[in-house]
Structure formats: C-alpha cells, structure tokens
C-alpha cells in the first residue's frame, strides 16, 4: 500500500521540526560553554598573600612608627636634637625633627673639606702640599686655624655655598663664621653620601681621600657616630661642639659618619644644642644613634 502523499508530509514535517530542535540545542549548548569560558571559574581564586615587596614595606613602617615614639619619648627628657639615617643598600632616609635647623660647629669642616676636592677636580690638579696639610689636620684635629685658611683660600663663604649646591645640599646656608652655618640633618647624611657614591660629583680619588682623613681622627674624637658601630665594623666621623654665648653657654654638640660592615652601610647625622656640658651632649648624641640602630635594625 503506498503511503498517502498527506502522510509523506506529515512524516517530513516532522524530519525538520527535529532537526530545527537539535539544532537549537547545539547552538545553546555552544553558548552556554562560551559563556563559562568567557566568565571563568565561579569558584573563588586562592589568594596569593602579600607580595615581598608589600611585607618589607610594612615592617619598615612598623619600624619607623615605634622608632619615631621611642625618640619622641627620649626628647621629651633632653636637649633639643635631631636624627638622620641613610641606609646605602636600600636608599632610604630615616629622620626625626628632619627638617630641623642648628649651628653645624666643627661639622662643617666636611662640608669645607668636600668644596676643596671639588675645586682641585674643577682645575684639573692634585692638592698643594698646603692644602693637604690644612685639610688633614681640620678633618683629624678638628684644627679652627686650618680651616680658616682653607675657607678663605677656597673663596669663603659664597664658594662652599655654591659647592653645597652641587652637592644637593638644600638646607643648608653657610655663614661668614663658618662654625655658624646651619643645615639639617638629613642634608648631612646627603653630604656624607655624596662621600660615597659612585654617582657623586666628587670623582674616585677625593672620596677616597675624605674616607682616609674620616676614619682616622683623633682617638678622642672619635664619640657619637663610633658608638654604635659593633665588632668588625668600620667607621667614618667628624664631630662639632661649641659653648654657645648666644644660648647662655649651653653646647651646642653635633656628630655625622658613617658604619659599615658585612651587612650595613649607613650614614648618620646628629645635631643638638642646649646642653649644659660637651659630655652631655655627647651622651645624648650617642643615645640617640643608638635607638636608631636598635629600632631600624641596621
């Protein structure tokens, strides 16, 4: 019996329909798993935690926090200071009361000592027999009289001024006394990195000379800075005091250096004024170095 041509219809009506619906289908089911790759996992990632870099800067934060509550806490009990640490290996500066203005005293004999490399390099020399002796007995002896010649012989006052700027020195204005200028702690460990630094615009030979002359003053000049160097560490220093008549004869007693070693390689500044006596002073000088060593683990 043949099959009604209404039949035949309906049956390829039928064909098509499914067709039409597995099609459908498939094509759902393609957007369906583009969807899931396009949006991912629904699943919450594992986190990862903080970076190295993250963590290091939240201790050095938590460093800085307590070291700056314990200074606050030792000044509330002394003379004015103010303190600066620069750390070589990691390029940054710590400082309390940073920005902070005093009398340099003999601390300045660096920043004299800095102007007459530069000026020897500028006129493409090495330094008079004159010269280097002025220069190692200011630097060792702490010597007022060979420092004066230099400072005059080198152009007084506008010309370590103007050598302070080559050497990025910003708070720092040189007086006429040259005992008098004033500056900041944080431009003294700026000064003392431009001692070091291969980026200086000291050449080779000067930094090295400044390094002979610094690291070997006179035994009993070697207070403040020194005091928190540990064994086998190496130290740079030149420190200032003076009895003030302006301030009722109080001291003004200030050290700046360098400590390095194995794993350091710091420079510090400290300045202060108002003490009754240069041992006073010394002590809180070297109390403060001291804390800052203890909290900044250097």
């Not at 939240?58 to 806490?73: E, N, P, S, T, W």
């Not at 630097?139 to 103007?162: C, E, H, P, V």
């Amino acid at each position: 019996m043949r099959p009604s041509p209404k039949w035949l219809l309906t049956l390829a009506a039928v064909i098509v329909l499914g067709g039409v619906a597995l099609l459908a289908k498939g094509v759902i089911g393609s957007e369906g798993a583009a969807a899931t790759f396009l949006t991912g996992n629904t699943s919450s990632p594992s986190p990862t935690g903080p970076s190295p870099e993250e963590l290091a800067k939240a201790a050095r934060a938590k460093q800085v926090k307590a070291l700056d509550a314990a200074l606050k806490k030792y000044a509330a009990t002394v003379p004015e200071f103010s303190v600066a640490v620069l750390d070589k290996k990691t390029g940054e500066t710590y400082s309390f009361r940073g920005d902070e203005k005093y009398e340099t005293a003999s601390v300045v004999k660096v920043q004299v000592l800095a102007c007459l490399l530069l000026t020897a390099q500028d006129e493409k020399r090495k330094l008079t027999s004159t010269e280097d002796a002025n220069a190692k007995n200011m630097i060792r002896n702490s010597d007022n009289d060979s420092t004066t010649a230099l400072f005059k012989s080198l152009g007084r006052q506008s010309a370590i001024q103007s050598c302070d700027k080559r050497l990025g020195l910003t708070g720092t204005t040189v007086n006429s006394s040259w005992g008098l200028t004033r500056t900041t702690v944080k431009d003294q460990v700026k000064l003392l990195s431009q001692l070091v630094s291969s980026e200086s615009p000291i050449a080779a030979k000067g930094r090295e000379y400044a390094h002979t002359l610094m690291s070997t003053v006179n035994e009993t000049q070697q207070w403040g800075v020194p005091a928190v160097a540990k064994e086998g560490e190496e130290f740079t220093v030149k420190n200032g005091w003076l009895s003030r008549s302006t301030e009722g004869g109080l001291w003004i007693v200030n050290s700046v250096g360098r400590i390095t070693g194995d794993d350091v390689d710091v420079s510090i500044a400290v300045l202060s004024h108002g003490h009754k006596t240069q041992e006073a002073g010394e002590a809180v000088i070297e109390k403060a170095v001291k804390t800052t060593r203890t909290y900044l683990k250097y």
